[in-house]
């Protein structure tokens, strides 16, 4: 009997229609195009606008697309897991919402909560179900309603996040296709320094928390910054070491969407060419766990079968990660 691999076998993806640019910001916070544009290469995000939208909305749209192009019949789908830190509901998973809407009412369903690294967990959790050899299909989104919880009185923060999702399905391979390899980091000093102080079980909300500001994201940007740059690297550099990859093997590196220079000090430490190096942070900024699928869903038809991907993430926590995956189709 082969060895099962789990594959990627299809995308999907939405943005909500408003485009907050970096020109409106201008007229929210005291900034500038130049300044946010050098420091973090975002030009413009999207935005969920309208009464009672969450991120079930994002999610049932980009996991719709993918059904509708792949032609897939949602009875079909055995699980359906919403990578997410901003979930319609403290309470009520989102991703189950979301499975019942699509109609995958056969699947199990719930969320994953990593910040930024979501949906790179969500992948190593998808494919080991797959590698079990008990579930054929597995629905991972990562979806993330980021302007619900950013002040947009805070320049420092405002400025990177926007809302968006992406899906994808894995399925069994018996090519030897998919997931080749994963190294994922934690490190629990990062929830100083990227936080939503309170809402949580140590400070619940109150009239105070709220007066205080304290349910939008605080971010050190400097401190994640420099974790995020070197955490990033590493994690990149040894998943090619230890599958004897260099920059000529790899075809096209998938990192998170937190900043352009994150991205780009990845890029270099690993040798890798700029043309390899998938970037749509300028369209959407940092939309958490939508990142790495908006860019499958962005970049789809560039990939060829047997395609060696590096995909890389850092987030809040901290989180990080990469995972080495071979193109299916
Ligand atoms: N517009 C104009 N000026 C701004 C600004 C804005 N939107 N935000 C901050 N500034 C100012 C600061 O007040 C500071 O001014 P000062 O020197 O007079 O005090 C100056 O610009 C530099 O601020 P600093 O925070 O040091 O900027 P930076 O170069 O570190 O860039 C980030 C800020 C947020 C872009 C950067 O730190 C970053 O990308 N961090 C990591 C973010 C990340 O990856 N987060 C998610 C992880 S998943």
């Given amino acids: 009997m082969s060895t099962i691999t789990a594959a990627i076998t299809a995308v999907g993806g939405y943005v909500p229609d408003f485009v907050l640019t970096n020109e409106l910001l201008?007229?929210?916070?005291?900034?500038?195009?130049?300044?946010?544009?050098?420091?973090?290469?975002?030009?413009?995000?999207?935005?969920?606008?309208?009464?009672?939208?969450?991120?079930?909305?994002?999610?049932?749209?980009?996991?719709?697309?993918?059904?509708?192009?792949?032609?897939?019949?949602?009875?079909?789908?055995?699980?359906?897991?919403?990578?997410?830190?901003?979930?319609?509901?403290?309470?009520?998973?989102?991703?189950?919402?979301?499975?019942?809407?699509?109609?995958?009412?056969?699947?199990?369903?719930?969320?994953?909560?990593?910040?930024?690294?979501?949906?790179?967990?969500?992948?190593?959790?998808?494919?080991?179900?797959?590698?079990?050899?008990?579930?054929?299909?597995v629905l991972l989104?990562?979806?993330?309603?980021?302007?619900?919880?950013?002040?947009?009185?805070?320049?420092?923060?405002?400025?990177?996040f926007g809302d968006g999702a992406g899906a994808v399905l894995f399925e069994p391979n018996y090519e030897g296709l998919g997931v080749q390899d994963e190294y994922l980091r934690s490190d629990g000093i990062g929830r100083e320094f990227l936080k939503i102080e309170a809402g949580g079980s140590i400070l619940p909300p109150s009239a105070e928390t709220v007066a205080k500001r304290q349910h939008y994201v605080f971010q050190d940007g400097k401190t994640v910054y420099k974790y995020a740059v070197s955490g990033m690297a590493d994690v990149s550099e040894k998943i090619l070491e230890r599958n004897n990859l260099t920059?000529?093997?790899?075809?096209?590196?998938?990192?998170?969407?937190?900043?352009?220079?994150?991205?780009?000090?990845?890029a270099s430490r690993i040798g890798l060419e700029e043309e390899k190096v998938l970037i749509n942070i300028h369209k959407y900024g940092n939309t958490t766990s939508g990142t790495l699928p908006l860019l499958l869903f962005d970049f789809e038809k560039k990939f060829k079968k047997g395609d060696n991907l590096i995909f890389a993430a850092f987030g809040g926590g901290f989180t990080w990660g990469s995972i080495y995956l071979k193109w299916a189709y």
Avoid at 146 to 153: E, G
Avoid at 248 to 266: E, F, P, S
Wanted: aromatic fraction near 8%; proline fraction near 2%.
């Fill in 26 to 137: 201008e007229t929210m916070v005291d900034t500038n195009d130049e300044w946010i544009t050098s420091r973090t290469g975002i030009k413009e995000r999207r935005i969920l606008k309208g009464e009672n939208l969450g991120t079930s909305y994002l999610a049932i749209k980009a996991a719709e697309d993918l059904i509708a192009k792949k032609n897939i019949n949602p009875e079909e789908i055995d699980l359906v897991i919403v990578s997410t830190t901003t979930p319609d509901m403290p309470v009520a998973a989102t991703a189950v919402y979301v499975a019942t809407q699509i109609g995958a009412v056969n699947a199990f369903a719930y969320d994953l909560q990593a910040a930024c690294s979501g949906f790179l967990y969500g992948m190593s959790t998808a494919s080991a179900f797959i590698q079990s050899g008990k579930y054929k299909k």
């Fill in 141 to 160: 989104i990562g979806a993330d309603k980021m302007s619900s919880i950013i002040d947009y009185t805070d320049r420092a923060t405002c400025i990177i």
């Fill in 247 to 266: 920059h000529h093997d790899v075809n096209w590196l998938i990192a998170h969407q937190a900043n352009k220079r994150i991205i780009d000090a990845t």
